[in-house]
């Protein structure tokens, strides 16, 4: 055993001497797939076993406030928000849809004109993610009704949605098991966009005044390895 952890401590003097990163902190996008970022930081582990790894499930601006307040080193960003000390590089597209329990008023809207839907979305409870942040605290975005329940995390407003509290947008990537199961379903809320459907974009991101280590362009690599893929 004592052998093993010298092994180790030669490996990772061999590591910090090609500059290879101690800890690698991410903050990743709630939008984002979890085993996407899983599948690229398995790829990471291979080339850096030593390599300590910190993941932020932020949203909204929560990704740019992590990179400028040097909180994590690179960010899975979808916040569109542009600045000039930020570098990206585009990973995919993503979508969120909105949906309700089967059993919510909601659900039974069928042909209803699209006039009534919108005052009916109003009328509704609706549950929505916020940030953290100080960079979109207290802005809304994609909120339809004046009354809303908040969460800061996605796998909780879908336990509120399923249970029929609210209606409200979730990504494609979390909602496919629950559509397929019957039990959330989609909501033609034309106001968010077509059928509901909201698109973004996921982007690798990082203080252009840090140059990136080994581990955080792996990173980046798998990243749009696995984008790619899928």
């Known amino acids: 055993m004592i052998l093993a952890q010298v092994d180790g401590l030669k490996a990772r003097a061999r590591e910090l001497h090609q500059g290879v990163e101690l800890q690698l902190s991410v ?5 984002f797939s979890p085993d996407l970022v899983a599948l690229a930081l398995k790829g990471v582990q291979t080339l ?3 390599v300590a790894v910190r993941l932020e499930c932020v949203s909204l601006g929560g990704t ?3 990179l400028r307040t040097g909180r994590c080193t690179v960010a899975i960003a979808v916040f569109d928000q542009l600045d000039d000390e930020i570098s990206r590089d585009f990973l995919m597209p993503l979508a969120t849809e909105a949906v309700v329990a089967p059993g919510h008023p909601l659900a039974r809207l069928g042909r209803t004109p699209l006039r009534e839907r919108e005052r009916l979305f109003e009328q509704h409870l609706q549950i929505v993610v916020e940030d ?3 960079l979109t605290r207290g802005q809304d975005f994609g909120v339809l009704s004046p009354r809303t329940w908040r969460t800061g995390d996605m796998h909780t407003k ?3 949605l399923r249970a029929g509290v609210g209606w409200g947008s979730l990504p494609a990537w979390l909602v496919q098991a ?5 039990t959330l379903v989609r909501l033609p809320a034309n106001t968010l966009g077509p059928q509901g459907q909201v698109g973004y974009r996921a982007y690798f991101s990082h203080r252009r005044d840090q140059a990136l280590g080994p581990a955080a362009r792996a990173l980046r690599e798998r990243l749009i390895e696995a984008a790619a893929r899928r």
């Open 27 to 31: 903050a990743v996008d709630s939008l």
């Open 48 to 50: 850096f076993p030593n």
């Open 64 to 66: 740019l406030d992590a």
């Open 132 to 134: 953290a942040s100080q």
């Open 158 to 160: 879908l336990a509120l």
């Open 178 to 182: 629950e559509l397929a199961a019957g």
